[in-house]
T-cell receptor
Framework: EDQVTQSPEALRLQEGESSSLNCSYTVSGLRGLFWYRQDPGKGPEFLFTLYSAGEEKEKERLKATLTKKESFLHITAPKPEDSATYLCAVQGNNDMRFGAGTRLTVKP | ETGVTQTPRHLVMGMTNKKSLKCEQHLGHNAMYWYKQSAKKPLELMFVYNFKEQTENNSVPSRFSPECPNSSHLFLHLHTLQPEDSALYLC??????????????FGEGSWLTVV
């Protein structure tokens, strides 16, 4: 059965303190791995799609990477406005599974 | 502002009420989805419509009844709900409903409270 596990569950950083969020997965036939950002009370906002191991994508302070077993979302010099819950989702041959998310708080 | 619009944003209903959630997408997509998001749980897929036809029903209780009149509009009709149905209901769309790497785009959600 396809599975997605995100860690840590919550992460508190000081402004400027770089770190990484992890998304481990098992899937039958990877079709795509997706990262979303979700602010409280709002719907998930699409960030990146990665399709194959070795692929990397960047957007401002965020960089997503992918291996055959996991994906990382690297946050470089975060700012308070980066505080949100980050969701990972994996699409396989038969379905799409979401992780429970990592709640990121960036303190000024 | 996203390309997927949901109304109402907030809804409080009694267990004997009948209400509906509405979703409209302006992205030219052919697939639409309903997801349920409860506190500290992963998103749960409820229904998928592909070219107006329901292609997935993830064992959702019959008190939730979806309707998709065309590829741009999706409704979720609610009746005789339970307090445990209180959650954020998310509508989403994608180019098509096949699992071929299409990105799913979400609306802002409808917060439902059942009292």
């Amino acid at each position: 059965e396809d599975q997605v596990t995100q860690s840590p569950e919550a992460l508190r950083l000081q402004e400027g303190e770089s770190s990484s969020l992890n998304c481990s997965y098992t899937v039958s036939g990877l079709r795509g791995l997706f990262w979303y950002r979700q602010d409280p009370g709002k719907g998930p906002e699409f960030l990146f799609t990665l399709y194959s191991a070795g692929e990397e994508k960047e957007k401002e302070r965020l960089k997503a990477t992918l291996t055959k077993k996991e994906s990382f979302l690297h946050i470089t010099a975060p700012k308070p406005e980066d505080s949100a819950t980050y969701l990972c989702a994996v699409q396989g041959n038969n379905d799409m599974r979401f992780g429970a998310g990592t709640r990121l708080t960036v303190k000024p | 502002e996203t390309g997927v619009t949901q109304t109402p944003r907030h809804l409080v209903m009694g267990m004997t009420n009948k209400k509906s959630l509405k979703c409209e997408q302006h992205l030219g997509h052919n697939a639409m989805y309903w997801y349920k998001q409860s506190a500290k749980k992963p998103l749960e897929l409820m229904f998928v419509y592909n070219f107006k036809e329901q292609t997935e029903n993830n064992s959702v209780p019959s008190r939730f009844s979806p309707e998709c009149p065309n590829s741009s509009h999706l409704f979720l009709h609610l009746h005789t709900l339970q307090p445990e149905d209180s959650a954020l209901y998310l509508c989403a769309s994608s180019q098509d409903g096949s699992y071929s790497g299409n990105t799913i785009y979400f609306g802002e959600g409808s917060w439902l409270t059942v009292v």
